[in-house]
């Protein structure tokens, strides 16, 4: 299985502090993405990081990608309350004209005010 | 900003029912996506759809389910006999025009089936 698996799989911090959750993959990717879900609800894309890439940025988000430990990193810095949300690697190894994406089980992460 | 949508956003059906969800991906886009979400439990990939016909479907996609395009606008997921199994969240994504941009997620339909 090429899943990704994040770590931790709950991260509970204080407000203004920043989050870092990993994904740890087991074959080779054409990109990763992350997203998050608020409780019950849809998912929204936050990075996307292609294979070739080894850093990318948007806003408070900071992603890495290491292709040779299989693993990808996602840091929200000063976090807020309404980052309250699960955190979802997702790995992309197209074998087929349509991608398809496979996620890990997620890191719920709790932002206390 | 374009967005996938979906409706309804919840179905409640018997089972053996057949039900029918709904999905209208982000205009320009040509690759589009079902995945599911049992409660508790991750995002499953379901089928991938390109150039009218079937990409890709995993081994959750068995006879019962069907996808379809009917017209230019609407890409559906039918059930045929739903079972209490198949209670979750279903997901419909679109990307495009390239196969390997982001997947762009609907809000989601609810199926419940009791």
């Known amino acids: 299985s090429q899943q990704g698996e994040e770590d931790p799989q709950a991260l509970s911090i204080q407000e203004g502090e920043n989050a870092t959750m990993n994904c740890s993959y087991k074959t080779s990717i054409n990109n990763l993405q992350w997203y998050r879900q608020n409780s019950g609800r849809g998912l929204v894309h936050l990075i996307l990081i292609r294979s070739n890439e080894r850093e990318k940025h948007s806003g408070r988000l900071r992603v890495t990608l290491d292709t040779s430990k299989k693993s990808s990193s996602l840091l929200i810095t000063a976090s807020r309350a309404a980052d309250t949300a699960s955190y979802f690697c997702?790995?992309?190894?197209?074998?087929?004209?349509?991608?398809?994406?496979?996620f890990g089980s997620g890191t719920r992460l709790s932002i206390r005010p | 900003e374009p967005e996938v949508t979906q409706t309804p956003s919840h179905q409640v059906t018997q089972m053996g029912q057949e039900v029918i969800l709904r999905c209208v991906p982000i205009?320009?886009?040509?690759?589009f996506y079902w995945y599911r979400q049992i409660l508790g439990q991750k995002v499953e990939f379901l089928v991938s759809f390109y150039n009218n016909e079937i990409s890709e479907k995993s081994e959750i996609f068995d006879d019962q389910f069907s996808v379809e395009r009917p017209d230019g606008s609407n890409f559906t997921l039918k059930i045929r006999s739903t079972k209490l199994e198949d209670s979750a969240m279903y997901f419909c994504?679109?990307?495009?025009?390239?196969?390997?941009?982001?997947?762009?997620f609907g809000p989601g339909t609810r199926l419940t089936v009791l």
């Open positions: 205009s320009n886009h040509l690759y």
């Open positions: 997702a790995t992309d190894a197209r074998r087929s004209s349509a991608s398809k994406i496979i």
């Open positions: 994504a679109s990307s495009g025009p390239l196969s390997s941009d982001t997947q762009y």
